[in-house]
C-alpha cells in the first residue's frame, strides 16, 4: 500500500500540473494600443490592411497548399492547406491560415525607399503574365513572378517559388536600377492578423489551452512566444543576426525568415482595432545606376511539421513547443514517429512506445516489485506486530523499521519509479497535445482521433480497471487506519473520471503502462514467493 501511496502522490501531481496550466492567467493594466507603423533610417509606410479584390487575385496551387496573392503590394493574402480538415470527417472543408475574407490573416513584404513600389498608398500594382499557376505532377517546382517599372525605368521583380511537398516558399526580390541615379531601399517582411479565435481550438484536452500569438528568435535564444495581451503590454523590439519571426497557433505556424547571415530588427505593433503586426526589416541596401540587387527571404506557412521547421530555420523546431520536458518528449516523439513508419498507426505506435519505456524503467521497476512481493511475504508478521504494538505506534514503528531490515524489505521503494513516471507522462501529454501527426489520428474502431477524449469512455474505464488491478496487488499496511484504506480504494475511480477529458492517445499510454506493470509484478511477485527463505544471519555472542 506505501507503493499505492506513492501513486496517490504522482497522480495529485499530474492533476495539480494541469489544473494549473487550465487555470493559469495574466493579469495587469492595458496600454494605450500602438500604431501599426514600420520605421527604418527615417523611412515609414502604413501596414494597414486594404481589401483584396477577389477577382484580380493570382492563384497558385501546389500539391500541399491553395495560394492567393494580391497583386496590388504582391503579398501572400489567402493559404487553404489541402492536407488538414478543419472537422474529422469534412473533406469539402479545410484549414485556411492567411486569409482576407472574413478575418485578417496575410503575410507582407515591402521595399521601402524613392521611387519603391510601397513607398506610398496606393500600392503598386504588379503585373504577371498569368491569373493562375498549377504545379503539375511531373514538376517540382513553380516560379510566379511579379514585376512592376517605376517612372525611372527602375524595375522591380519579386518571385515567388514553391517546391513540392514543401510548406516553405522562397522570395526573390530582384531591383534592376536602369535609371541614373543610384538608389537605397529597404526591404521589411511582416505577418499581421487579427486577434480572433482560429476556431481550430480542440476543447477535450483537459488542462492546456492552447496558445495563439507571435513568436521570433530573440538573439539570446532561438526561441521566444508571446501572447497578445503581454504584447500589448510590452512590444518586441530587438535586433539579431538572421532569426525569424511568425505567429503560432495550435498545430500550426506562419512565418517569415531572413537569409540568417543579414543583421535584422525585428519589432511588433497593434492597432486599435486589434490587429497584430511582427516583422523584421533588412538594413539598406544601396544599389548603383546600371546595377542589379538580390533580396532573398522565405516563408512558412503550415503543419508544425518537425523535419520541415528544422530544415526551414534555426530554432523555428521550437514553435513545437514541449516546454520544460522538451528533453523527453522531442526524444518520443522521433520515437513515435520512427514506429508509425512502419506500422501505419499511431495508436500502435504510442503502444511500442510504452514498451520501450518499461523496458528501460524495468531495473527500477523490478526492485519496486520485489520490495513490494517481500512485503507481502511479510504481511503475518506485521499482522502479529499489530496485535502486539497496536496501541503503540511508535514502538510499533521501531520493530517493523527492525524486521524490514532484516528480511530485507524496502517500504519507500516503489518512490523512485513513480518519480521517473511523472516527467514522461507531462513529456507524452505535451506531445499528444502538440503534433500534429496525431491530430485526426485513429487507432480502430470508435478511436478515431487521438488528440482527443475517447468518445465512449471505454479507455478511461479500463485504465481505472487496471488501476483497482494494481491496487489488489499491492501489500497492505498495518499503520494505514480505516480512513485512508478507503479513500485509497476510490482512487482508481477518481483517476478514471479525470481520464474522461484527457486525450485517447494518453489514456492508451497509462492503460498499456498499467497493464505491462500488472504483467512485471506478477513475474517478480512469483519469482519471489517462490524463492527459498534466506537462513537468518545468527546473533554475534558477546
Known sequence: M?????????????????????????????PAQQQATIEQNGVSVSSGNTAANSDQLITVETDLVSYRIDPVGGDMVYAELKNYNVELDEDAKKVVLFDYRNRMYQAKSALLGQGAPDNQLPRANYQTDSKSFVLTDGMEQIEVPLTWVNDSGVSFTKTFTFTRGQYLVNMEYRINNQSTNDRTYNFVAELARDQKPTGLEEKSSFGMKPFMGVAYSPEEKKYEKVDFEDLEEEPIKTSRQGGWVGFLQHYFISAWIPPQTEQVTITSSIKANKDTTIRFVQPSISVLAGEEKVILADLYVGPKDLEQLEAAAPGLDKSLDLSWVWWIGLPLYKLMQFFFSFLGNWGLAIILVTIVIKTLLYPLSAAQYRSMANMRKLQPKMQRLKERYGDDKQRMQQEMMKMYKEEGANPFGGCLPMLLQFPIFIALYYVLFEAIELRHAPFFGWIQDLSVADPYFVLPILMGGSMLLMQRLQPKSPTMDQMQQKIMSYLPIVFAVFMLFFPAG?????????????????????????APDKPKKALKKK
Open 2 to 30: 506505501e507503493s499505492m501511496r506513492g501513486f496517490f502522490i504522482l497522480g495529485l501531481a499530474v492533476c495539480t500540473f494541469l489544473l494549473y496550466q487550465a487555470w493559469q492567467k495574466d493579469y495587469g493594466p492595458q
Open 506 to 530: 494518453l489514456v492508451l499510454y497509462w492503460l498499456c503502462n498499467n497493464l505491462i506493470s500488472v504483467a512485471q509484478q506478477q513475474y517478480i511477485t512469483k519469482k519471489v514467493e517462490n
